[in-house]
């Protein structure tokens, strides 16, 4: 009952071989355009099996092999437990299923091996940790490259103030210096501010504020409390002040607030959730802070 490839060429497919044995899942993941729909399709057409596809029902009764095609995606949480339950037993009995999806928790945990396709071919196929691991660091390395040297323009969705000073921009620098809309975990960056002031401000504060895109607070200093005095500044007196930190957040999408204002907190001008960025890494982290954990275990008794 295994379904095998060999030598197809259904493009982007060229010169496709690979083997799922009986009672075997693999997982399929892939970029669009690499190649995941045409091996599904074209398995099912070469090997006797059913193909479900994402708008199919998602009945997995013992019917030889399995053909899931993101069969998963639309489904509640019952439909979901009772596949899961049927795809057991299909494994049991000898059937051998091939499985397309995004979500790589699922991959993760119901694949004994996984096959990443990229450009129609075969990039990597083996242990599932190991493979999405390395399809994780090559996305994450495309991303980078997509948006190098792009910042993101300053949209605030609130500002406030009272005018002696103004921001005139906040950049978001990743660890080569240059403009970044997507960073590295890991990677040392810098939030840039300049400020003009209009009117004389005594003791004059520039702070930032890292929030998650549900709003959450993340991480937030200013000069004051990193013990670096601005003042007194003079109407027509700009300042550039740069926030260099280790980016140690979660890959997810956040938003970058900044304020010009005094030490009691009257500001001078505020621009709120002004920048949109992202971090990127290569491994699923959990929460917003990575803590990078060490992990040991001690047998006892």
Known sequence: MAIEFRQVNFPPLAGFSAAVPDG???????????????????????????????????????????????????????????????????????GAILLASHEQGLLRDLCDEIWWLEEGRLAAKGDPREVLDAYNRRVAQRFREEFAGRGAPMTPSLRRGDGRAELLSLEILGQDGRPAMVLR??????????????????????????????????????????????GPRQAGDSLRVDFRFRCDLCPREYTLTAASHDPNGVWHDWAEDAVAFAVSDSRYTAGVANLRASVEFVVEG
Request: hydrophobic residues 45%.
């Open 24 to 94: 075997c899942v693999a997982g399929v993941i892939g970029a669009s355009g690499a190649g995941v729909r045409e091996l599904l399709r074209a398995g099912a057409v070469l090997s006797t099996g059913r193909y479900v596809g994402p708008f199919d029902d998602l009945d997995l009764a013992p019917a030889g092999n399995l053909f899931l095609d993101h069969a998963f995606d639309r489904v509640d949480e019952l439909a979901r437990a009772r596949a899961l339950v049927e795809l057991a037993a299909l494994r049991r009995a000898g």
């Open 185 to 230: 975990s890991g990677e040392t960056a810098t939030v840039r501010v300049r400020v003009r002031f209009h009117r004389e401000v005594a003791d004059p504060v520039v702070g930032i504020l890292i929030r998650s895109r549900i709003g959450m607070e993340v991480y937030g200093t200013n000069t004051e409390l990193e013990a670096l005095k601005l």
